[in-house]
């Protein structure tokens, strides 16, 4: 189910994936990825291109669809979660409003499409 979630995700362009710890932040747009499983391990991107990541699917226990409401705008992810219960990876829909702050509905049909599909919060 993992798999199936985030192909569906890295298939749509102007998704930002973050990788964040209290170390480092990594930021890779959606924009024409690949993905494939060997194994536990799950590669975004292009093992050879400039920027791919690795993702171990045994550690990652469930993920949650959140709109978070800002001063200006309300901002639409995913977010996946380890053991712990801590989160170590989050797909942000970006480009969801246009230059003149008005949310742009194909995005968000988008964004509502595929939470409606899997569900809020999925436990993996």
Same mark, same amino acid.
């Given at each position: 189910? $993992?798999?199936?979630? $985030?192909?569906?995700?890295?298939?749509?362009?102007?998704? $930002? $994936?973050?990788?964040? &710890?209290?170390?480092?932040?990594?930021?890779?747009?959606?924009?024409?990825?690949?993905?494939?499983?060997?194994?536990?391990?799950?590669?975004?991107?292009?093992?050879?291109?400039?920027?791919?990541?690795?993702?171990?699917?045994?550690?990652?226990?469930?993920?949650?669809?959140?709109?978070?409401?800002?001063?200006?705008?309300?901002?639409?992810?995913?977010?996946?979660?380890?053991e712990?219960?801590?989160?170590v990876?989050?797909?942000?829909?970006?480009?969801?409003?246009?230059?003149? &702050?008005?949310?742009?509905?194909?995005?968000? &049909?988008?964004?509502?499409?595929?939470?409606?599909?899997?569900?809020?919060t999925?436990?993996?």
């Open positions: 189910m $993992l798999f199936d979630i $985030l192909s569906e995700i890295v298939r749509h362009d102007d998704v $930002l $994936l973050i990788i964040r &710890n209290n170390t480092a932040i990594s930021e890779i747009r959606s924009n024409s990825m690949s993905i494939k499983q060997k194994e536990k391990w799950i590669t975004i991107g292009d093992n050879d291109g400039p920027a791919h990541m690795h993702i171990n699917s045994e550690l990652i226990r469930s993920c949650k669809f959140v709109t978070e409401e800002k001063p200006e705008r309300t901002s639409y992810g995913v977010f996946f979660f380890d712990y219960d801590q989160r990876l989050a797909a942000f829909f970006t480009k969801m409003y246009d230059e003149n &702050n008005n949310l742009d509905l194909t995005r968000k &049909n988008l964004y509502d499409s595929l939470s409606q599909k899997f569900g809020s999925v436990k993996f």
